[in-house]
Protein backbone atom coordinates (compact mmCIF):
# COMPACT_ATOMS: atom_id res chain seq x y z
CA UNK A 1 0.00 0.00 0.00
CA UNK A 2 1.27 3.35 -0.38
CA UNK A 3 1.65 5.68 2.55
CA UNK A 4 2.98 9.08 2.72
CA UNK A 5 2.08 12.84 4.21
CA UNK A 6 0.40 15.99 2.10
CA UNK A 7 1.77 18.98 3.69
CA UNK A 8 -0.77 21.36 3.00
CA UNK A 9 -0.68 25.25 3.86
CA UNK A 10 -3.46 27.56 4.82
CA UNK A 11 -4.00 29.06 1.65
CA UNK A 12 -4.04 25.90 -0.08
CA UNK A 13 -7.06 24.70 2.17
CA UNK A 14 -8.81 27.39 1.64
CA UNK A 15 -8.18 26.74 -2.48
CA UNK A 16 -9.92 23.69 -1.78
CA UNK A 17 -13.38 25.91 -0.40
CA UNK A 18 -15.96 27.37 -2.14
CA UNK A 19 -16.13 30.92 -2.09
CA UNK A 20 -19.76 31.35 -1.33
CA UNK A 21 -20.53 28.72 1.08
CA UNK A 22 -23.79 28.19 -0.02
CA UNK A 23 -25.65 24.76 -0.87
CA UNK A 24 -24.61 24.05 -4.51
CA UNK A 25 -21.42 26.51 -5.08
CA UNK A 26 -18.91 25.04 -6.35
CA UNK A 27 -15.19 26.05 -6.70
CA UNK A 28 -12.50 24.29 -9.34
CA UNK A 29 -9.07 23.79 -7.46
CA UNK A 30 -6.25 25.87 -8.13
CA UNK A 31 -3.88 23.83 -10.89
CA UNK A 32 -0.70 25.23 -8.89
CA UNK A 33 -1.81 22.74 -5.74
CA UNK A 34 -3.25 19.90 -8.38
CA UNK A 35 0.31 19.62 -9.92
CA UNK A 36 2.06 19.37 -6.97
CA UNK A 37 -0.53 17.47 -5.23
CA UNK A 38 -0.16 14.93 -8.69
CA UNK A 39 3.51 15.15 -9.06
CA UNK A 40 4.45 14.54 -5.38
CA UNK A 41 2.16 12.33 -4.18
CA UNK A 42 0.42 9.95 -7.04
CA UNK A 43 3.42 7.98 -7.05
CA UNK A 44 3.88 4.06 -7.20
CA UNK A 45 5.35 3.71 -3.86
CA UNK A 46 4.16 -0.02 -3.29
CA UNK A 47 7.58 -1.99 -4.02
CA UNK A 48 9.56 1.24 -3.47
CA UNK A 49 10.17 5.20 -4.01
CA UNK A 50 10.70 5.96 -7.67
CA UNK A 51 11.24 9.82 -8.70
CA UNK A 52 8.35 12.05 -8.74
CA UNK A 53 6.53 12.70 -11.78
CA UNK A 54 8.43 15.36 -13.94
CA UNK A 55 7.28 18.53 -15.10
CA UNK A 56 4.69 18.65 -18.00
CA UNK A 57 3.73 14.83 -17.04
CA UNK A 58 -0.06 16.45 -15.44
CA UNK A 59 -2.05 16.15 -18.78
CA UNK A 60 -5.15 16.38 -17.00
CA UNK A 61 -6.64 17.14 -13.22
CA UNK A 62 -9.58 18.69 -12.27
CA UNK A 63 -10.92 18.48 -9.06
CA UNK A 64 -14.15 20.31 -7.67
CA UNK A 65 -15.45 20.91 -4.58
CA UNK A 66 -18.96 21.79 -4.05
CA UNK A 67 -21.38 22.27 -0.87
CA UNK A 68 -23.62 19.53 -0.29
CA UNK A 69 -25.30 20.70 2.80
CA UNK A 70 -24.42 22.31 6.52
CA UNK A 71 -24.56 21.26 9.91
CA UNK A 72 -24.08 24.13 11.95
CA UNK A 73 -20.86 25.96 11.57
CA UNK A 74 -19.80 22.39 9.64
CA UNK A 75 -19.83 22.84 5.68
CA UNK A 76 -20.13 19.28 4.15
CA UNK A 77 -18.42 19.49 0.60
CA UNK A 78 -18.28 17.22 -1.73
CA UNK A 79 -14.94 16.35 -4.02
CA UNK A 80 -15.05 15.27 -7.45
CA UNK A 81 -12.49 14.99 -10.35
CA UNK A 82 -10.23 13.16 -12.40
CA UNK A 83 -6.23 12.65 -13.24
CA UNK A 84 -4.41 11.73 -16.26
CA UNK A 85 -0.08 11.82 -15.80
CA UNK A 86 1.80 10.97 -18.49
CA UNK A 87 5.44 10.33 -18.56
CA UNK A 88 7.80 8.20 -20.64
CA UNK A 89 11.42 7.11 -18.42
CA UNK A 90 14.62 5.38 -19.15
CA UNK A 91 17.09 4.13 -16.98
CA UNK A 92 19.40 1.38 -16.04
CA UNK A 93 18.61 -1.80 -14.17
CA UNK A 94 20.10 -1.14 -10.54
CA UNK A 95 21.04 -4.54 -10.01
CA UNK A 96 21.51 -5.95 -14.21
CA UNK A 97 23.32 -4.33 -17.26
CA UNK A 98 19.82 -3.57 -18.83
CA UNK A 99 18.37 -0.50 -20.36
CA UNK A 100 14.66 0.23 -19.55
CA UNK A 101 12.24 1.95 -21.56
CA UNK A 102 8.69 2.83 -19.98
CA UNK A 103 5.15 4.73 -20.59
CA UNK A 104 4.60 5.47 -17.31
CA UNK A 105 0.68 6.67 -16.90
CA UNK A 106 -1.85 7.16 -13.97
CA UNK A 107 -6.00 7.77 -15.27
CA UNK A 108 -7.73 7.43 -12.26
CA UNK A 109 -10.82 9.48 -10.79
CA UNK A 110 -11.38 11.17 -7.33
CA UNK A 111 -13.71 11.17 -5.47
CA UNK A 112 -14.30 12.31 -1.85
CA UNK A 113 -15.93 14.52 1.32
CA UNK A 114 -14.76 17.07 3.27
CA UNK A 115 -16.07 19.45 5.92
CA UNK A 116 -14.90 22.50 6.71
CA UNK A 117 -15.27 24.49 10.00
CA UNK A 118 -16.43 28.06 8.94
CA UNK A 119 -15.86 30.04 12.36
CA UNK A 120 -12.44 28.14 13.32
CA UNK A 121 -11.16 28.34 9.29
CA UNK A 122 -9.94 24.83 8.92
CA UNK A 123 -10.67 21.22 7.57
CA UNK A 124 -12.35 19.42 10.48
CA UNK A 125 -12.63 15.97 7.40
CA UNK A 126 -10.66 15.71 4.87
CA UNK A 127 -11.46 11.95 3.09
CA UNK A 128 -10.49 11.62 -0.87
CA UNK A 129 -10.05 8.38 -2.85
CA UNK A 130 -7.71 8.42 -5.90
CA UNK A 131 -8.51 5.06 -8.21
CA UNK A 132 -7.53 4.05 -11.55
CA UNK A 133 -5.20 2.10 -13.63
CA UNK A 134 -1.38 2.58 -13.40
CA UNK A 135 1.08 1.50 -16.35
CA UNK A 136 4.79 1.42 -16.44
CA UNK A 137 7.66 1.58 -14.15
CA UNK A 138 10.32 3.88 -12.45
CA UNK A 139 14.02 2.91 -11.67
CA UNK A 140 13.11 2.36 -7.87
CA UNK A 141 9.62 0.65 -7.91
CA UNK A 142 10.72 -2.99 -9.11
CA UNK A 143 7.36 -2.81 -11.55
CA UNK A 144 9.91 -3.69 -14.68
CA UNK A 145 8.49 -7.30 -14.08
CA UNK A 146 4.87 -5.80 -13.63
CA UNK A 147 4.46 -2.69 -16.00
CA UNK A 148 0.06 -3.43 -16.03
CA UNK A 149 -1.93 -1.92 -16.70
CA UNK A 150 -2.96 -2.79 -13.52
CA UNK A 151 -5.55 -0.79 -10.90
CA UNK A 152 -3.63 1.37 -7.99
CA UNK A 153 -5.61 3.85 -5.50
CA UNK A 154 -4.22 6.33 -2.94
CA UNK A 155 -6.45 7.30 0.30
CA UNK A 156 -6.16 11.04 1.61
CA UNK A 157 -7.86 11.81 4.81
CA UNK A 158 -6.39 14.15 7.48
CA UNK A 159 -3.39 13.76 10.00
CA UNK A 160 -4.45 12.98 13.50
CA UNK A 161 -1.91 14.73 16.16
CA UNK A 162 0.24 11.55 17.18
CA UNK A 163 4.25 12.72 16.17
CA UNK A 164 4.33 9.52 13.89
CA UNK A 165 1.00 11.57 12.04
CA UNK A 166 2.94 14.96 11.54
CA UNK A 167 6.44 13.26 9.62
CA UNK A 168 7.14 14.81 6.55
CA UNK A 169 6.20 13.80 2.97
CA UNK A 170 8.57 11.71 1.15
CA UNK A 171 9.69 14.06 -1.23
CA UNK A 172 10.95 16.57 1.12
CA UNK A 173 13.94 15.08 0.72
CA UNK A 174 13.73 15.56 -2.78
Known amino acids: WNF ?3 WLLPEDVKDLVPESLAVGAERQVDRRLLERIARFHLRDIVRGEPQVWGPGSVRRFDLV ?4 GRDGNLVNL ?11 VAFRDSHKPIDWEFDNELDAAIGGEASWNEVKGHLERFDIVVAGQRTGAHRYNVRTRDPGPAPIGFAFELAGDEPWERTPP ?3 RA
Open 4 to 6: DHV
Open 65 to 68: ARVT
Open 78 to 88: EITGDVLLREH
Open 170 to 172: HVL
